[in-house]
T-cell receptor, first 113, second 113 residues
C-alpha cells in the first residue's frame, strides 16, 4: 500500500532563506507527483506537477525534483517571502488506471518577516 | 469564475439531518472526486467518478452518497449527518491520463452539531 510522508511537519524560517520541503513515498510505481499549496481554511492550489519520466519542474522561485528509485521528491523554495507561508502538500498518483491519489500530511511553513 | 465551484462554502447542520454539497466545474474534465480533510489525517477520498455513468467508492465512503448529474456536476450527500462528519470537504477534477494534475475547489466547511 502506497504511503506518503512529509518531513518536517512544520518549519519556521526568516524571510529570504532558501528552504527544502521533503516528500517520501513507499511505492516507486507512480505516474506523477503533484505539489500543492493550501492556505488556512482554503482549497488546494496546484504548484508543480512532475511526470514519472521527469526529474524536475520549475516555476518561478519553486523547483520540484523527483527521484522515483529512492521514493523521494523535494520542493525547493528560493528567497522565501512571508506570502509563502502556507501548508504544502505533495500528492502521488498511483494505481494502474490513474484513479488513486495519495496525499501526504503536509508541511506547515511560516516565513517570518 | 472559479474552475471548480463548491456550494455552500460553509454549513452548520444538526445531527440526523440530510445535507447535500454541490460541485460544478468548467474545466471540461471527465473525472471528479470528493475528499474530506481532517486535522492530522490529511485528505481522504470519499467517492470518485470517471464519467457520468461511473461511480466508485473511495477510502471512506460509509455514511456518504454521491450523484453525477452531468459531466460538470458531482454532488455529495450525507443522508443522516453525524458530528464526526464535521470536516472540510473538497471537490476535485482531473482529465484522463497521468499527464494532467488535479484541480481543487475552495472547499466546504461542514459542522454537524
Amino acid at each position: 500500500k502506497q504511503e506518503v510522508t512529509q518531513i518536517p511537519a512544520a518549519l519556521s524560517v526568516p524571510e529570504g532563506e532558501n528552504l527544502v520541503l521533503n516528500c517520501s513515498f513507499t511505492d516507486s510505481a507512480i505516474y506523477n507527483l503533484q505539489w500543492f499549496r493550501q492556505d488556512p481554511g482554503k482549497g488546494l492550489t496546484s504548484l508543480l506537477l512532475i511526470q514519472s519520466s521527469q526529474r524536475e519542474q520549475t516555476s518561478g522561485r519553486l523547483n520540484a525534483s523527483l527521484d522515483k528509485s529512492s521514493g523521494r521528491s523535494t520542493l525547493y523554495i528560493a528567497a522565501s517571502q512571508p506570502g509563502d507561508s502556507a501548508t504544502y502538500l505533495c500528492a502521488v498518483v498511483a494505481g494502474t488506471s490513474y484513479d488513486k491519489v495519495i496525499f501526504g500530511p503536509g508541511t506547515s511553513l511560516s516565513v517570518i518577516p | 469564475d472559479a474552475d471548480v465551484t463548491q456550494t455552500p462554502r460553509n454549513r452548520i447542520t444538526k445531527t440526523g439531518k440530510r445535507i447535500m454539497l454541490e460541485c460544478s466545474q468548467t474545466k471540461g474534465h471527465d473525472r471528479m472526486y470528493w475528499y474530506r480533510q481532517d486535522p492530522g489525517l490529511g485528505l481522504r477520498l470519499i467517492y470518485y467518478s470517471f464519467d457520468v455513468k461511473d461511480i466508485n467508492k473511495g477510502e471512506i465512503s460509509d455514511g456518504y452518497s454521491v450523484s453525477r448529474q452531468a459531466q460538470a456536476k458531482f454532488s455529495l450527500s450525507l443522508e443522516s449527518a453525524i458530528p464526526n462528519q464535521t470536516a472540510l470537504y473538497f471537490c476535485a477534477t482531473s482529465a484522463a491520463g497521468s499527464a494532467y494534475g488535479y484541480t481543487f475547489g475552495s472547499g466546504t466547511r461542514l459542522t454537524v452539531v
